[in-house]
């Protein structure tokens, strides 16, 4: 099955720099790429994925890079503001096949002023 | 479409009691997942449903531990008997397969006294 391993497990940053956290898969048959966003007490969000078929995605300040031939993908965030604090999560999948949704371990980003 | 409904929020119960939790997927999707958080362990997937069918059981701890849809729209989650490190918020998830982005639920942050 899929394996996913996230780094770092913590990161902190001041507010205004960039945050970049990194994953890699160990399927190769992996085709969506969603990263998750967990505040404090809250639910997993979903606020970036990408698909196979595409090397870089942005939204705004959050952008997702994928590296299909090395089998890793990274999430950047720019400017980092205080409400960027939470724990993120990338994940790996293949699509069609049930989709069984795999986290890596979470990163717990902290942004200080 | 109010999104995914677990039940209930919080859940205190004294060990070897059983317990159910449950879930309400969003209509329409026919992926359902089930997942538990702890510091230690992250997010752990440890079953999936698709079209109501369990796809990968492989991350349910132990026989306490079962999971059943009986149709489209609700799924329960039991635990029987429980113990105390069955404590831990335990989330369930939803997607429509083909499109993969999975939505989670509050989450039942269950204790196990």
């Known amino acids: 099955g899929e394996n996913v391993e996230q780094h770092p497990s913590t990161l902190s940053v001041q507010e205004g720099d960039s945050a970049v956290i990194k994953c890699t898969y160990s399927?190769?048959?992996?085709?969506?790429f969603p990263w998750y966003k967990q505040e404090l007490g809250k639910r997993p969000q979903l606020i970036i994925d990408?698909?196979?078929?595409?090397g870089e995605k942005k939204d705004q300040r959050i952008a997702v890079t994928l590296n299909k031939t090395a089998k890793h993908f990274s999430l950047h965030i720019t400017e980092t503001q205080p409400e960027d604090s939470a724990v993120y999560f990338c994940a790996a999948i293949t699509t069609g096949g049930g989709n069984k949704l795999t986290f890596g371990t979470g990163t717990q980003l902290k942004v200080e002023l | 479409d109010a999104g995914v409904i677990q039940s209930p929020r919080h859940e205190v119960t004294e060990m070897g009691q059983e317990v159910t939790l449950r879930c309400k997927p969003i209509s329409g999707h026919n992926s359902l997942f089930w997942y538990r958080q702890t510091m230690m362990r992250g997010l752990e997937l440890l079953i999936y449903?698709?079209?109501?069918?369990?796809?990968?059981d492989s991350g349910m701890p132990e026989d306490r531990f079962s999971a059943k849809m009986p149709n489209a729209s609700f799924s329960t989650l039991k635990i029987q008997p429980s113990e105390p490190r069955d404590s831990a918020v335990y989330f369930c998830?939803?997607?429509?397969?083909?499109?993969?982005?999975?939505?989670f639920g509050q989450g039942t942050r269950l204790t196990v006294v």
């Open positions: 399927d190769s048959a992996s085709n969506y």
């Open positions: 998830a939803s997607s429509l397969a083909i499109r993969a982005e999975a939505f």
């Open positions: 449903f698709n079209n109501n069918v369990p796809i990968d």
């Open positions: 990408i698909r196979s078929n595409v």
